[in-house]
């Protein structure tokens, strides 16, 4: 076997990604075209411009949503300071597919998993917890259909099925798949993912169920698609579509970090700080001069504001379309391209940031988005009490 020049797992993301090249370590497919294609119309730019480029039995969840069955999605965060843009899509893409087909959307804080993996005190980490919630419960999700559950704070739910499925996990099958684990708490933690990934399952019963995740995350999936398979729960195995990273500002396809000091793109930035940082900081595919740019063009392909547009911020095909190829001709320059770039970022962080403004405070919000007492039930069966 070639040794690859780059990493990829969970809790490590370095050198060049080669994205085709992760699914095969991963053994994960492709997303096809005709995959794509049976998606709701109308479609979504994560899906049909291919950030979501890979995945596990999409076929078996596009047949289930397709023919009108109750589908479930679940999409977590792993709470350890401010979202950034590359952090929410997924949930963007997990309430497109809510409104579209009346998915559920189950949401998972693995505020465990960050006190584990990062050194922070566990006061940090719950109060990133809150801030991430009150972030995604402004993504505009039905509560009716929509549960958010934090490890430590629904242990009581959580816990009793870790248990059940750690016992499946031996210590040198998450090695090999994670690297060594730093404590025994990061050993510990597939068994609560897998939990995670299986808790619309394990409430009402066995229907298919999404992941949408970057494809860091894959390794979580596939033990928990293994320990799915082993034991006799009347489950299926989750399905998973996988992305590629978002695009950081510097634009060197690594995965868009909040924890170093490279520039990012916060959920709480106002429109001025971002026009700054997209203008001071994307990664450029123009010329040097503006005569060399007028003459020989940009490089849409590298070029960050482009790239920005192109996954998700500008939903019009004909207007991306024009853009690269007005660009590639010379005839928009970078800042322009920057500006336009920016104002979209700006638009749509200002509803979101509109929709949080208008939450009621965490405690009430909570409660619509807490699972149910029939639910925990449903999940904790016959327990001791
Ligand atoms: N482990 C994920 C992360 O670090 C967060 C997460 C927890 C998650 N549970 C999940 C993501 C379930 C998707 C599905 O980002």
Redesign the pocket.
């Given at each position: 076997m070639t040794q690859d020049d780059f990493t990829v797992t969970?809790y490590a993301v370095r050198g060049d990604v080669d994205y085709d090249r992760v699914l095969e370590q991963f053994g994960a497919d492709e997303l096809s075209e005709q995959q794509r294609d049976q998606f709701p119309d109308p479609g979504h730019p994560l899906v049909d411009r291919g950030i979501f480029y890979g995945g596990r039995d999409v076929e078996e969840f596009l047949d289930a949503m397709n023919s009108d069955e109750q589908v479930s999605i679940?999409?977590?965060?792993?709470p350890s300071g401010p979202m950034h843009v590359g952090h929410v899509f997924p949930f963007y893409l997990a309430k497109y597919l809510q409104e579209q087909t009346g998915a559920y959307v189950y949401i998972?804080?693995?505020d465990d998993?960050?006190y584990f993996a990062k050194d922070q005190d566990f006061e940090d980490i719950q109060h990133w917890t809150r801030q991430n919630i009150r972030e995604i419960m402004a993504v505009g999700f039905d509560p009716e259909r929509t549960r958010i559950v934090v490890d430590t704070a629904d242990s009581d739910v959580i816990y009793p099925w870790a248990a059940k499925f750690a016992k499946r996990y031996t210590q040198s099958t998450v090695d090999a798949t994670y690297g060594d684990p730093e404590n025994i708490g990061l050993s510990f933690y597939p068994a609560v993912?897998a939990t995670?990934?299986l808790l619309p399952q394990l409430i009402h019963g066995r229907h298919r169920t999404m992941?949408p995740?970057a494809v860091d995350?894959d390794p979580?999936i596939r033990l928990c698609r293994d320990v799915a398979a082993k034991e006799d729960y009347d489950v299926y195995k989750p399905s998973a579509m996988l992305s590629r990273f978002f695009p950081q500002l510097k634009g060197d396809g690594g995965k868009m970090s909040s924890s170093d000091d490279a520039p990012t793109l916060f959920l709480s930035d106002d429109r001025e700080t971002v026009r700054d940082k997209i203008q001071k900081y994307a990664f450029s595919g123009g010329q040097t001069s503006l005569d060399e740019h007028r003459e020989l063009g940009g490089d849409p392909d590298v070029d960050v504001a482009y790239q920005l547009l192109y996954y998700f911020f500008e939903e019009d095909d004909e207007k991306v379309a024009e853009l690269a190829d007005d660009y590639r001709s010379g005839d928009l320059l970078t800042g322009d391209l920057k500006n336009y770039a920016a104002d979209k970022v700006a638009d749509f962080l200002e509803a979101h940031q509109e929709r949080k403004a208008n939450l009621d405070s965490f405690e009430t919000e909570m409660e619509r988005y807490s699972l149910t007492d029939e639910e925990r039930e449903k999940l904790t069966g016959d327990l001791l009490y």
């Open positions: 969970p679940v999409t977590g965060r792993g998972p804080m693995s998993e960050k993912q995670h990934l992941v995740i995350q979580h």
